[in-house]
């Protein structure tokens, strides 16, 4: 007999691990580099992006009882659904805006959508070379 979670149970445990990471994230780089601008959120958006390129690529590969849909849904949808912060993202362009820094804002959005976009693949060949 095998136990199973369901699945919207298994997706509110890894967005709660997800957020804690994220909090912690938040909280520690401003220290390190500053508010000026949104490193942490830019940091996390792009991280965030490579790992799933990472996880999907290694499980695109993977079968059997630990790699299986439950395990996915967990790490994509669960940890990276709640650490990746594209919502906030939107508000803190929102706010460099407000502050009349539109050159900041617009390296912001280029610069967060670009590299993510270029983290993603760059995590889909890593795992595909290796696996």
Do not use: C
């Not at 390190?32 to 695109?60: D, E, H, K, Q, R």
């Not at 009349?100 to 995590?123: E, I």
């Amino acid at each position: 007999m095998t136990f199973t979670l369901p699945p919207a149970l298994v997706v509110f445990l890894g967005a709660g691990l997800g957020g804690v990471l994220r909090h912690f994230i938040n909280m520690a780089v401003p220290k390190f580099l500053g508010t000026g601008f949104p490193f942490a959120t830019f940091l996390i958006n792009v991280s965030g992006s490579f790992i799933m390129g990472l996880i999907v690529g290694y499980l695109a590969f993977k079968d059997g009882v630990f790699w299986n849909q439950t395990m996915r849904l967990f790490l994509t949808t669960g940890i990276l659904g709640g650490y990746t912060t594209f919502s906030t993202f939107s508000l803190d362009f929102f706010f460099l805006v407000e502050r009349n820094a539109y050159d900041l804002a617009f390296a912001y959005v280029a610069a967060s959508v670009l590299l993510a976009l270029a983290a993603v693949f760059s995590g889909m060949m890593l795992m595909r070379s290796i696996a």
